[in-house]
């Protein structure tokens, strides 16, 4: 496992206002159930220490988080290292339960936006409100980023990270740099 | 010589000089002049050929209206054509070519005379050129189009930057002006969230060059504070230099933002696309001042009064020394006294009205201006220039006329309200009679998601004509706009008095009994040069419809769009249908309101990123070991790996060989991955797959078909059990996300009671076919997992590591070779692509591209989806019955497969086909019957679906449908190419290769 | 460009966002359907001048099938709804009715 590569393999890059970096290798799993079953929460809670989010919500604790994607599935966030180990553990807990638990890691890519402009390299490509009013910690939004699908978040620090598919990360590196790499619009309130 | 006044110019600023270059002539102006003001500063009046007679035109105008001064701004990859003088800033160094005027502006080989234009009418490009048809090609079309020489398309990549940006509003302003300002201030105050755009560079947009007073002071005044405490707010954004370009559906805009013109090579993206989502639209948009239509009212020197009045007041420039003023309306006036405070002469005002002693026409009088009222410009004099005007009475037919000399003509029909964005998504106009003119008619507003009026006109766009009511109204506008969207407002508005006017009186055609000479030289439509005798023409020849009368004279196309030459237009159409103005009705105003860049259409979508590009796990290692690429939707697969000075074919040829007799390695990545688990997975499967899933033992794989409900065949791939309750679903490369799309479908909208969980893991795992007879020894060489034929037999699969990394090996065979696919999680697929490389080395493992795949699934027979498949054929036409349960009461396409044509013995059927002298069947090739058909066409009787040389065989081999082709085994039958060249190929099995399949299953 | 909201996630799609997929409430005949009904499941599509009853799916988002009541003359939307339904839902069939008092119901 330790040889694994993620699909840029740690591009970065600066602009005037922002700053675009792949973040590396990320544990994800995908975790599709009816979402009132008793035992999902408790094996969510084992997994990633969290509780079941709310609609387009997303929890964290410390390096662990888990998102809602679909009124059916979500998306934990976890170690790397640790993904297989999460999946053989919900299996187990999530046994005689209709569920479907799946390593997605190696399918994703995710980057990180920073800087004062963060929001402006999102609203160049994303068709969603991304003023802090309409947007902000603790919400995911499952979009379009230019023309594949995207999810993002933010944090407190108003540092954005998003998520595509492995296979268009070079796409979506080069769309966020080139968003980046423009200069101000002005039209976010400072948050 | 300069026309440039010692004073006066609000906008420009003597202290920066900028050179420029117009038609090779280096020139000068000042900051804040826009290329047209620059130009007429310069003396420079002529600055086109007009489009289908090349006479010659001079700017008319001083806004987006303009018809004549369409310049091609910039050289090389900065070049970009048909650009409007008047809406370009001038900036140091700014080059432009006037772009209708082949060879030269002063001389032009096609400026046609009376005799040509006799030969241009309306509908000329219909009447003239029908016949004889082959002129077309040879002799119209090439002449034509030198002659009507719009701007030249750029031979350069463009330089620039675009980008689009994403923006949420409350309430959109769009329009800068007195108007726009009071609408966004309005709602700024009433909290909501509003953006104000304006296209030019300046707030306030005509009040100042009008004299308008606001709350007791002068309007540059009022606008400079307006515009202060709309920045303080926090939730008014506000943007010039950027237009309102469209309105549409469900409340969404474009507002298309010049970010860089002005300031070419400052790095700075040079145009922004908003993508405007607003709740409420308020359009601020002013109105358009409209020509008068006299013979010879084209002639450079003949101008809008109100650019006039604009150039004199916010440039300094004399657009001419000596000015008629002719005019139906009190309006003019401002431009006659703007011209005499300026030190301009006017030796007389030409007003249509019987009667003329406003308050702006006395104040003209007093100051010793003549008035000729109930007058007529008969003709203009000057060709290249007014030299002056032969004046006659109103009601007549022209007669002599009396000359009077000048250099100049403003001319003022009244003004029209810019409706295009109110109409754009729907709103509808009313006609005043007051002053001749369609306006929003409010109770017929564009309505949005919820059946709510979504925009709303302000100021003069309304129709409001007097200052005090403009400010009333936009007022107005933006409170309701604002409470709409959800916001308490107050529609508080600045105080302004309206200027006393004495009503306008329409005039269409001057003089009104105008003869036939003087009309064919009344041009409405300055751009596309359509006349006055040209609508009377098109009736005669019996058109009513505006929007058909529009495309057969060329009214109001292209870039016009309906802004100077409409309502004269509709108001020459209804007089000569002796119909009512409003019962004509005006042509649609479709968007954008001017034309934008397809730069900012386009944004970030260019060069590398104009598609999504999709790359496998291994995508870097083929870029370095000379592949040539073949595109599979948005995936990028090797198609082969060319050797230096090896072609395609040669390249092909070797990677089929190698793998045949030893080892070959395939990057299967793209192949689509679906894991479908739940208790009625099977099931699900079992409707989703023409065969039965649900009894595939775990650890095994079996080939399935999917087809759509109309029973054609429309995926294929083998199915792997996982354990009781998962499936892995292979697809097509381009066809995971349909598929996965389709499975979702049906297990959300029709059997959602069914306990079935799918995900996408395509993109999860890199998957690599190692395939040939030394393939097994290979992966023994690398350790690690038992893959003899007894512990992984032929259509089985195992899980486990390989030389340490975690795989599932599949034992399938797309290539009758003995064959595993390696699954491996993508982020360690090169990795292990790396060893099997290194270790393959004593068996010359060669790595193959697609075209080598596709060739040895063709000699072994095997169909491709999207080859043998086109999305009319079924499962029967391709000897696929083996993979159809009969067992199944249901499965997805099976009741269409029932339907009589779909059982018809005459389905054409496939069948392998070899040349009788081992040459290669053209692709797509239709196989001839006996006799024709209706159209006296030969029948055809089958078609080549899959064609390639065999390196393996040495011949080409081919697979096709043929009607009751298995029937006819052995039977010769002949193939048309394109050179319509017959090719005789006999029919044979499919199977080429290996027919019993012992290579693959050893 | 529509605006639907996703009746799962609640975001206010961009239609962008989203996947048509042609008419909604079609009932699907299989095996043992006459030649007419399998005709009309097939093929025959209302395609009305007003009210019409739609399927898309939220595919740049949450990925979920929804339904979607809207005027194909003001693309006035009535309401959109969860697919797991053979009909429109009463709460959607009374706000077309709410706004248009003649609308007849669905054909």
Redesign the interface.
């Known amino acids: 496992m330790s040889d694994a590569v993620t699909a840029p393999k740690g591009a970065s890059s600066v602009g005037p206002v922002a700053q675009v970096e792949e973040r590396g290798l990320q544990g994800m799993v995908t975790l599709r159930a009816d979402l009132s079953e008793p035992a999902l929460a408790g094996a969510v809670k084992a997994a990633t220490g969290c509780a079941l989010p709310e609609?387009?919500q997303i929890l964290y604790n410390g390096d662990r988080a888990v998102a809602w994607?679909?009124?059916d599935?979500l998306l934990l966030l976890v170690p790397y290292v640790d993904t297989v180990d999460v999946v053989a553990a919900l299996e187990a807990a999530l046994a005689g339960v209709h569920h479907l638990a799946v390593d997605v890691s190696d399918a994703r890519a995710s980057f990180a936006i920073s800087g004062p402009g963060a929001r402006e390299v999102l609203a160049r490509l994303c068709?969603v409100d991304l003023s802090p009013v309409a947007f902000g910690p603790g919400e995911i939004?499952?979009?379009?980023l230019a023309q594949v699908?995207a999810a993002f978040w933010t944090d407190e620090a108003g540092r954005f990270t998003l998520v595509c598919f492995r296979s268009v990360a070079r796409y979506a590196f080069d769309a966020l740099v080139g968003a980046a790499s423009g200069d101000k619009v002005g039209y976010f309130q400072e948050s | 010589m300069s026309m440039r006044l010692e004073q006066g110019g609000r906008l420009i600023n003597r202290e920066k000089p900028l050179g420029f270059v117009f038609d090779s002539n280096r020139l000068k102006g000042f900051e804040g002049d826009t290329l047209a003001s620059a130009l007429l500063g310069a003396g420079k009046m002529l600055v086109n050929r007009s489009y289908k007679y090349h006479r010659p035109r001079g700017i008319v105008a001083s806004g987006p209206e303009e018809p004549n001064a369409l310049v091609g701004l910039g050289q090389g990859a900065w070049f970009e054509p048909d650009q409007r003088a008047t809406t370009t800033e001038l900036f140091d160094g700014l080059t432009a070519m006037p772009q209708n005027a082949w060879p030269s502006l002063g001389f032009d080989v096609m400026a046609v005379n009376g005799w040509m234009s006799k030969f241009m009418p309306a509908g000329f490009y219909y009447k003239t050129f029908i016949w004889p048809r082959a002129f077309w090609k040879h002799v119209y079309e090439p002449v034509i189009r030198e002659a009507a020489a719009s701007g030249r398309p750029p031979q350069e990549p463009d330089a620039d930057k675009y980008e689009h940006f994403y923006a949420f509003v409350d309430v959109l302003v769009v329009g800068g002006g007195i108007a726009g300002l009071q609408a966004a201030l309005t709602a700024g105050k009433s909290g909501a969230r509003v953006l104000l755009m304006e296209q030019t560079a300046h707030w306030g947009g005509r009040a100042p060059v009008d004299g308008a007073e606001i709350d007791g002071k002068p309007a540059d005044d009022w606008i400079a504070e307006t515009l202060a405490a709309l920045e303080a707010m926090e939730n008014v954004t506000l943007r010039n230099r950027t237009m309102g370009a469209g309105v549409?559906?469900?409340?969404?805009a474009l507002g298309y933002e010049r970010v860089a013109d002005h300031t070419p090579g400052d790095g700075r993206v040079r145009h922004r696309l908003w993508r405007i989502?607003a709740k409420q639209i308020v359009t601020a948009t002013g109105a358009i001042e409209r020509p008068l239509s006299f013979a010879g009212n084209d002639v450079p020197g003949v101008m809008l009064a109100s650019a006039m009045r604009d150039y004199v007041v916010n440039y300094g420039v004399a657009p001419g020394r000596k000015v008629v003023v002719v005019t139906n309306n009190d309006d003019a006036y401002r431009t006659v006294l703007a011209l005499i405070d300026a030190g301009l002469e006017v030796p007389v005002v030409v007003d249509a009205r019987e009667r003329s002693d406003g308050p702006l026409a006395s104040e003209a009088m007093r100051r010793g201006v003549a008035v000729e009222c109930g007058a007529a410009i008969m003709k203009v004099k000057g060709k290249k220039r007014v030299e002056g005007v032969m004046l006659c009475r109103g009601n007549g037919t022209g007669g002599a006329g009396a000359p009077v000399e000048c250099d100049a003509v403003a001319m003022s029909g009244g003004w029209s309200p810019v409706v295009h964005l109110w109409s754009h998504c729907g709103g509808k106009l009313k006609w005043s009679e007051e002053n001749a003119h369609f306006y929003p008619d409010p109770s017929r507003a564009p309505?949005?998601?919820?059946?709510e009026a979504f925009v709303r006109t302000a100021g003069i766009a309304s129709g409001a004509m007097g200052t005090g009511s403009v400010l009333k109204d936009a007022a107005a506008a933006g409170a309701a706009a604002s409470r709409s969207a959800g916001f308490k407002a107050r529609a508080a508005a600045a105080k302004a008095a309206d200027a006393e006017e004495w009503p306008m009186k329409p005039v269409w055609v001057m003089p009104e009994q105008a003869l036939p000479e003087l009309r064919s030289k009344m041009f409405l439509d300055f751009q596309n040069d359509v006349k006055v005798a040209d609508i009377q023409l098109a009736v005669q020849e019996g058109y009513e419809s505006v929007e058909l009368t529009k495309r057969y004279t060329t009214l109001g196309m292209a870039n016009d769009q309906g802004k100077l030459s409409n309502i004269n237009g509709l108001a020459i159409l209804a007089d000569s249908l002796g119909a009512e103005i409003p019962q004509v009705g005006t042509t649609t105003f479709r968007p954008p309101y001017q034309p934008i860049s397809f730069g900012s259409i386009a944004g970030e979508a260019r060069g590398e990123i104009f598609q999504p590009l999709r790359r496998t796990p291994m995508h870097d290692w083929h870029e370095h070991n000379g592949v040539a690429w073949e595109p599979v939707g948005h995936w990028r697969r090797p198609y082969c790996y060319p050797k230096p000075g090896e072609d395609h074919e040669a390249a092909v040829a070797r990677e089929v060989l190698a793998t045949r007799n030893s080892l070959g390695l395939l990057d299967a990545s793209t192949l689509g991955k679906l894991v479908v688990k739940g208790p009625d997975a099977g099931r699900f499967l079992d409707m989703l797959y023409t065969n039965k899933m649900s009894t595939l033992k775990p650890g095994k794989c079996r080939y399935g078909l999917m087809c759509n409900?109309?029973g054609f065949l429309s995926d294929d791939g083998v199915v792997a059990r996982l354990d009781e309750d998962t499936f892995l679903c292979h697809t097509t490369s381009g066809g995971a996300d349909r598929i996965h799309?389709w499975m979702?479908?049906w297990l959300?909208?029709?059997w959602?009671d069914w306990k079935v969980y799918v995900a996408n893991v395509t993109e999860q795992w890199g998957q690599i076919a190692v395939v040939g007879p030394n393939a097994r020894k290979l992966l023994e060489k690398l350790g690690g997992m038992d893959v003899s034929k007894e512990a992984l037999p032929f259509m089985g699969w195992v899980e486990g590591e390989l030389d340490g990394i975690t795989v599932r090996i599949f034992r399938i065979s797309f290539s009758g070779e003995l064959s595993y696919e390696l699954a491996v999680p993508a982020g360690e697929a090169m990795a292990l692509w790396s060893k099997l490389l290194v270790a393959g080395r004593e068996w010359s493992i060669t790595p193959y591209g697609t075209e080598a795949l596709h060739i040895m699934r063709a000699e072994k027979g095997f169909i491709m989806i999207g080859d043998e498949t086109d999305g009319t054929v079924i499962p029967q036409d391709l000897g696929l019955g083996w993979a159809i349960s009969k067992k199944k009461?249901?499965y997805l396409g099976?009741?269409?497969q029932?339907?009589s044509h779909m059982v018809s013995p005459d389905r054409w059927k496939l069948v392998g086909l070899e040349t009788l002298d081992g040459s290669v069947l053209p692709d797509g090739a239709y196989a001839v019957g006996k006799g024709v058909n209706g159209n006296g066409q030969r029948n055809t009787i089958g078609r080549v679906t899959s064609t390639y040389m065999s390196p393996t065989l040495g011949k080409g081999i081919a697979m096709g449908l043929v009607h009751h082709g298995p029937d006819r085994m052995g039977e010769v039958i002949k193939f048309v190419a394109t050179d319509e060249s017959v090719i005789e190929a006999k029919i044979v099995s499919p199977v080429f290769y290996d027919p019993d399949g012992e290579k693959q299953d050893v | 460009?529509?605006?639907l909201q996703c009746p799962?996630?609640?975001?206010q799609c961009?239609e962008?966002?989203l996947?048509p997929?042609g008419e909604a409430h079609l009932k699907?005949?299989?095996?043992?359907?006459t030649?007419e009904e399998?005709e009309a499941?097939?093929f025959e599509r209302k395609n009305p001048l007003g009210v019409h009853f739609e399927?898309w799916?939220h595919?740049?988002?949450?990925?979920?099938?929804f339904l979607a009541a809207r005027s194909t003359t003001?693309?006035?939307?009535f309401g959109t709804y969860k697919?797991?339904t053979t009909e429109p839902p009463a709460e959607i069939v009374a706000a077309i009715k709410a706004?248009l008092p003649d609308w007849e119901g669905r054909q």
């Open positions: 609609t387009r994607m679909s009124p599935e068709p939004r499952r979009t379009r699908p | 549409f559906d469900h409340g969404y989502r309505t949005g998601a919820q059946g409900e109309n799309g979702e479908d959300q909208c029709e959602w009461d249901d099976k009741r269409a029932e339907r | 460009m529509l605006i799962y996630c609640g975001i961009d962008t966002e996947a997929g699907r005949y299989g095996p043992g359907s030649d399998f499941y097939l399927r799916r595919a740049n988002g949450c990925g979920k099938w003001t693309l006035e939307v697919a797991q706004k």
